[in-house]
């Protein structure tokens, strides 16, 4: 079965730091450049992270910058999203996701949904004293 499944979510204070991960399983990230979403309660899904698939370029949200860095370990078959300095808005459900194809082997893709392949199923991060 091909999935994203993330992890390292939870309630953390604001100023507090977290890291998600997203394992992949039944296929290889090598080739796919991926993705860090969110959705917050009665808001739209937004971008917040992408890394591309083969020389690491990165893309953030201008609401994250300096806040959140994106890796991945194609070892483990894993993306991370490392988030620091938590803002209550920061709170949401969050998203990996994953794309292939040659546009990202060396260019962080867009946050153009429909160019992801696959999604996981989400992990909740809660900001809040």
């Known amino acids: 079965q091909l999935q994203l499944v993330e992890s390292g979510g939870g309630l953390v204070q604001p100023g507090g730091s977290l890291r998600l991960s997203c394992a992949a399983s039944g296929f290889s990230l090598d080739h796919y450049a991926t993705a860090w979403f969110r959705q917050a309660p009665g808001k739209e899904r937004e971008g917040v992270s992408s890394?591309?698939?083969?020389?690491?370029?990165?893309n953030y949200a201008d609401s994250v910058k300096g806040r959140v860095t994106i890796s991945r370990d194609n070892a483990k078959n894993k993306v991370y999203l490392q988030m620091n300095s938590l803002k209550p808005e920061d709170t949401a459900v969050y998203y990996c996701a994953a794309a292939y194809g040659s546009s990202w082997y060396v260019q962080a893709p867009t946050f153009e949904p429909s160019i992801y392949d696959y999604w996981g199923q989400g992990t909740q991060v809660t900001v809040s004293s």
């Open positions: 890394i591309s698939s083969y020389d690491g370029s990165t």
